[in-house]
């Protein structure tokens, strides 16, 4: 429980209609404790494997450090529980495939991975008028994915084990234009640099990157992931069709309010994930609880999360080679 | 039960934490069964007083037909219920005023009249703004409240009842002026007319109406009422300071989308208040909730539903006669 | 020849085709001087009957103080010249009854007032849409005047002689609003005050006012002249109609620049008004130049100055006396 | 003399001071004679060589198809004439080579080329921001060129002599890139297709085309050309940098006019690039003009035009190999 697992046990404490907290599991004690308290949860664990072998719980929520999302939702799989796990699926695609043969062997259970955009209502909104060919066939899909800069402290100390900018920031971008673009990528050309902050080299990362991607529909795409946002937290997409382009969050508020002022006309923005996409956490659970109750599998697979990963892996490659990659 | 009163105990049952939907009232058999089952709740009462009775209840949420909430609170009350009311407060200033004795009375109990606006995350943001300081003194408080053109049949059909648009439909700037403004409008000018529909003329109402107040403090207010806005469901506000200005909502958008077709470069609009202001409804009930379990007052008061009710009183009184109204 | 008749020198001498600055007339030498330098003019004047004496000059852009206005287009139109003056036609309505006989008598030639609003772009757009009637029949016409805080000072330094913020201000709005909902105002009802610069209330004026007008078609019109804007020159138009609305600069901004950073997404705004209705006045000016060659007459007539006085004095008594004000 | 010939030439004649529009040369000699008659120019020719002989000329512009315009501005030259050509500089890299000696020959003559998006207001304004490090260093610069699908007959017909999208769109923004990037591309990757029209195809060419450059300091570039755009001409450019982001004609709205209606909240479009670009037309010209008049040299160079073409040309290598391309 990380500060995104504290929300999604609130969420699922307050916001969840049908499903009820049992149980929290972190090795932090004392923040263990005082998450149970403030949320009325009785159960607490230190141990992941303890808290699975528990009868009274269905369905695990796991939002532990990347490395270890395979190896966990294999485990609570197979101790016949729905399993709902924060991206990535894995950080190797070796991992991925163990959990792509886990969720098949267990097929009867509910698997969803969290990629919560897909939630988010501007993007429901979007994907449904791009479903019913109001836009006509893509053409480009632009996404940004900008963390603001004054989180740049955490940004370097994780710099080590993010995995760089594409494997940590730009696979929900890679998600939303594998869903909105309906094909995928067949070859990409990944640049970027430290513009900023030369304490991502040392990594092979930047502190800004971007990619080309041809899509084997023909549609083109360009992602850039940033964390050197100055106004606050900018994820913008842009779908251009051949009928109509639709953007969404083109202006990264926070709110409905201008500001007039010596500054000019402005809307303040967005502060981070949990501002932008409050919301969308709580649709995601909600998807996932409602697929075990009417025994339903959910759109977000766990396949996906494997292409997701090979897609990433291929910017990350070209990056770092200088080199146009064929996927 | 109307469709408000529905949305109300559907957030009761699944969006306030701490709080419980023990029972529902309404004279449709129907509806009641239905909605009962929908939120699994075991006691349904088509009379008021059985279910004030009722020991296990705390808190009563009033959405009845305005003409009976000034009685309603009062029972409420009596039985040590702690109660929520739908605006208006009363629909004349003498039930107001009983009201006012009542929550006196009982003062023990918290009483919150249903002004959710102020629970709106962007007006909150912007009062907390106007309170700092940070746009100076208030010049001019401007508010749009315009309802779709495609809810014109619905809206005739209930202009015998309304009491009119200023009544019917101000009530909420009017809360918001005082609110903002901090101060009590002393005189106004009222007009409008049916530009569209002459349906509404019948009952000395207009289908778009306005007036201007001139506050205690100097400051200028200047408000719309329509009915008939083409794009949809407009509430647009504007407080002009001596340091700044602030706008809530100049463009009712739906959501994030912003869509590049043959029409322009274009959003689409809220469709109605539930829309609009799902969230508030929420918020403010977690507001009520939390009154009760803390023992606080909301700052909504039952003062503020009279004075709102005497304004939109004088303004209708201009409107009719085409005078200057002094309050 | 102030800041505004050097703009209308300059735009004559370069930008106006078929038109050629014969003369200038002022009676500071030494800008007289500079000017006719810069714009290659070979004739300059300290003294108006003089420049109006010559024959080889068949127009006159009367750009003096407001209280020579109506003395110098008799004079001008006596001498046979085409006239051209800046608003407002006269500082009293006796002065205009006077100019509208004098444009009567020497009918055969052009008299034009400078309400250049009318010549914008974007005015002009919204002006055809409303006569087409795409936005149906109008409801409310609203216009905001605010004039930068920064140059308050001579906001301040002007005001024993501006007449007030109706005369001096408010007059465009007034002319665009009847030019817009294509009636009179019946009545009027005005208020504001001093909220930041207690030194307008010696005139009786205020740093900022607003009114509401009825329109004897029913329309509504709302109005707001302020001097303390701090974002800029902000000159908004709104016109609410049945089937649509138009606002033309909801965001008074410099350019098409956004401007992302730490104060969020944003537009600067534009400065004063030779920035915003830079063109307008070429047009204007063209408009004039195109009249005299075809023997046309402008839309703006001299009448139209007239409206606009009357109905700016009502303003002004209605702020005066506090009172509802008939026209 | 095609459309933007005959603009050219009105704006000489009515809006650039201290230049005379003197001659007009065309081998249709009907519009030849219309306009010559609409802008009162005495001399017209059907031949460029009999044009730039004559002695009272001082200066020519080169508006004729994009393979003419090497030679003719260096026979131009060569009779001592100044020297404005429309872009591109030439075809291909030779012809540049050859304009560059030509006006290396003729250095006391003034040469410019026509990238007349560098006079726009908009971006003359992000340039000095820029250069003023009021965005720091830039990371991306992402520029979109998009015609209207409603003129795509005229882009088909047009299709076998365009010299495809890079060259014949792209350019502008190449040019722009390269000015507020202050570096020069080293790779690109360049993807596109036919999405509507497979007409293009034919060519080697896409209805919409895009690429990924590296520049030599690190900087990405990202450009889109299309020429299906439904809603208008929009030209849209942004420097994202460390510490902030500018983006010019966000909306390529057309005036400042704002529509509510059915459609939504909405701002209609430029149709086209004398309607966007129409003031930047004049003030290349005014440059050009002022340039002679005070023997400056112009910011856009002779070897502008080859670099511009150069990296066109990798774009169109990359697009048609489907490989990245050093540059």
Same mark, same amino acid.
């Given at each position: ?7 999604? %046990? ?48 269905? %369905? ?65 909104? %979007? ?62 050309? %990944? ?137």
């Amino acid at each position: 429980m990380g500060r995104l697992g504290a929300q999604h %046990a609130e969420n699922i404490a307050t916001k969840i209609p049908n499903a009820e907290l049992v149980a929290l599991c972190d090795m932090d004690t004392v923040k263990l404790k005082e998450t149970a308290e403030r949320l009325h949860v009785s159960k607490t664990f230190t141990d992941f494997d303890e808290m699975i072998a528990c009868d009274d719980i269905d %369905a695990v929520v796991i939002v532990s450090p990347s490395g270890l999302h395979t190896e966990q939702i294999e485990k609570a799989l197979a101790k016949g529980k729905h399993v709902f796990s924060e991206k990535p699926l894995g950080t190797t695609v070796e991992q991925c495939i163990q959990a792509e043969k886990a969720v098949e062997k267990y097929s009867g259970k509910v698997f969803m991975l969290g990629f919560m955009r897909r939630f988010d209502d501007s993007y429901r909104y %979007a994907k449904a008028k791009v479903d019913a060919g109001e836009i006509g066939n893509p053409i480009l899909f632009r996404a940004y994915s900008q963390d603001p800069e004054k989180f740049i402290e955490s940004s370097i100390a994780f710099a080590a084990h993010s995995g760089g900018a594409f494997l940590d920031m730009a696979v929900h971008d890679i998600d939303l234009a594998r869903w909105f673009v309906k094909s995928e990528p067949e070859s990409v050309y %990944a640049i970027g640099g430290c513009y900023a902050h030369p304490e991502f080299g040392k990594y092979n990362d930047g502190d800004n990157v971007s990619c080309l991607m041809k899509f084997q529909n023909g549609a083109m795409g360009f992602l850039l992931a940033g964390r050197t946002a100055p106004h606050g937290y900018n994820i913008e997409t842009e779908i251009i069709g051949t009928k109509g382009t639709l953007r969404i969050g083109s202006v990264p508020q926070k709110n409905l309010v201008e500001i007039m002022d010596s500054y000019g006309v402005r809307k303040e923005c967005s502060e981070n994930f949990l501002e932008r996409f409050q919301q969308s956490y709580v649709e995601e659970m909600k998807e996932f609880v409602d697929c075990i109750l009417k025994n339903r599998k959910p759109d977000v697979t766990v396949y996906d999360g494997r292409r997701v990963l090979e897609i990433a892996n291929a910017c990350k490659k070209s990056f770092e080679t200088g080199e146009l990659v064929k996927i």
